[in-house]
């Protein structure tokens, strides 16, 4: 099946320090990619969409300059949690979705997760 | 406007018992019908899904599910659960239209018991 890897799959940094999560379709090209959080215990809270090439869609309630997006190539998204605090510690999941003519339209393929810890 | 609501957040059956969770969705336009599973400090691994044609969908490791229209419901069900089934069960709605961007339940543990 189609490959998406996160990178890292866990991170713990400082409080006021800025983290960087990557996302990357390993064998298709993603026009779009979905940026999911989870808590423990509960379930996936959708934050972003993010489309290549342009301005990510933030979702009701999600700051976009906290967690900034940018979706450069059709494989490769990051998520920048700026200036972290311990209540952005979470489960962070992304998704992408293949590009029309890869023969996998309509698919989506998660990532294995990042786990961010904020001391 | 969509959601999705998982009757209990936790289950527990016997090895060999009857699976069966619950899902329940409300959507304003023809729903695509979706349950992931995911394993501690994992990913989503899709099961099944449904999007148009044969109401009956069956998944990967025996699961299968049935859209009802008219109870607005996709409940999940294996005849006989296995050890390994222990997981975190997800079930998710999306519109034909709206580009993969999924709405989840709220989850469902499964325990199985010995």
């Known amino acids: 099946g189609a490959v998406v890897s996160q990178h890292p799959s866990r991170v713990i940094c400082k409080s006021g320090t800025s983290v960087k999560i990557e996302c990357r379709s390993l064998?298709?090209?993603?026009?779009?990619m979905f940026w999911y959080r989870q808590f423990p215990k509960q379930s996936l809270m959708l934050m972003a969409t993010?489309?290549?090439?342009?301005?990510?869609?933030?979702e009701q309630g999600v700051e976009k300059d906290k967690f900034l997006i940018n979706h450069a190539s059709l494989t490769l998204s990051t998520l920048t949690v700026t200036s972290a605090h311990p209540e952005d510690s979470s489960f962070y999941i992304c998704?992408?979705?293949?590009?029309?003519?890869?023969?996998?339209?309509?698919?989506?393929?998660f990532g294995e997760g990042s786990r961010l810890t904020v001391l | 406007a969509q959601s999705v609501t998982q009757l209990g957040s936790h289950v527990s059956v016997s090895e060999g018992a009857l699976v069966l969770l619950r899902c329940n969705y409300s959507s304003s336009v023809p729903p695509y019908l979706f349950w992931y599973v995911q394993y501690p400090n994992q990913g989503l691994q899709l099961l099944l899904k449904?999007?148009?044609?044969?109401?009956l969908v069956k998944g990967i490791n025996g699961f299968e599910a049935e859209f009802k229209k008219s109870e607005t419901s996709f409940h999940l069900t294996k005849p006989s659960a296995h050890m390994s089934d222990a997981a975190e069960y997800f079930c998710?709605?999306?519109?034909?239209?709206?580009?993969?961007?999924?709405?989840f339940g709220q989850g469902t543990e499964l325990s199985v018991k010995p």
């Open positions: 064998d298709f090209q993603a026009t779009t």
């Open positions: 998704s992408a979705r293949p590009r029309q003519g890869t023969g996998r339209t309509g698919e989506l393929f």
């Open positions: 998710a709605v999306s519109g034909a239209n709206q580009g993969g961007k999924l709405i």
């Open positions: 449904y999007t148009t044609g044969a109401t």
């Open positions: 993010s489309n290549e090439g342009s301005k990510a869609t933030y």
